[in-house]
């Protein structure tokens, strides 16, 4: 993370406190090969009828074209990227970061037929490079304020749904993953959306978290 650095970039960390919303993100990185695809997730999704933002990484992309494209077609989903080859960026210097957001960028693109608007930078790390990088390219940078641990084996589907419906607030922004690294989140996700809705909570995507107009 950052310390001690004046950030003149735009960082989003959740949206305005000011409406019962939540969005639910869910990340497809590729850092093991091969990476997998919880359809799982997908399928909840669609059939409850909820808005979600996937943050892709490009290699992840790349290797699963089919699901990538699937995903594009989706109205109910929005299309962020999450790097390419999922390196920590504050050991890339700044040509190197910029290689590597262009380079998901154009996967992303070409394989979701979808511009991303958003990044979101590995592992959460991030320095005044990442975020000049971003902005060159036109992408806001999106981190979270709701972390599950679904990438435990060990955090079971009780554990998620109690960390989500204890800690959401208005303008919470939650993170998953849908590769294969969510053990236990397929599992979770009913109980954890109709637990947000019976709260009064609107899942909507990171776009519609962080829209000016009511």
């Not at 997730?41 to 990538?68: N, R, Y």
């Not at 380079?103 to 991303?116: E, H, M, S, W, Y």
Request: proline share 5%.
């Amino acid at each position: 993370m950052l310390s001690g650095l004046a950030l003149t970039f735009e960082l989003v960390t959740q949206g305005p406190t000011s409406r019962r919303e939540v969005a639910l993100t869910f990340d497809a990185c590729q850092t093991r090969s091969p990476a997998g695809f919880d359809k799982k997730i997908v399928d909840i999704l669609c059939k409850k009828k909820v808005k979600a933002t996937f943050f892709l990484g490009g290699a992840w992309a790349k290797a699963h074209p089919k699901e990538s494209s699937a995903l594009g077609t989706e109205p109910l989903f929005e299309i962020a990227q999450h790097s390419y080859f999922h390196p920590h960026y504050t050991a890339l210097d700044k040509r190197q970061a910029l290689a590597d957001m262009s380079r998901a960028q154009d996967a992303v693109i070409k394989t979701t037929g979808r511009t991303p608007r958003y990044f979101r930078p590995p592992y959460g790390e991030f320095n005044s490079d990442t975020l000049q990088c971003a902005k060159q390219l036109g992408l806001k940078v999106v981190l979270w304020s709701i972390v599950t641990g679904d990438p435990d084996k060990n955090v079971k589907a009780t554990a998620i749904i109690k960390t989500v419906l204890t800690k959401a607030r208005p303008g919470s922004i939650v993170v998953m993953h849908v590769n294969g690294r969510g053990w236990h989140t397929a599992e979770a996700l009913p109980g954890l959306i109709d637990g947000l809705r019976a709260k009064g909570y609107r899942l909507v995507t990171v776009s519609d978290l962080l829209r000016t107009k009511t």
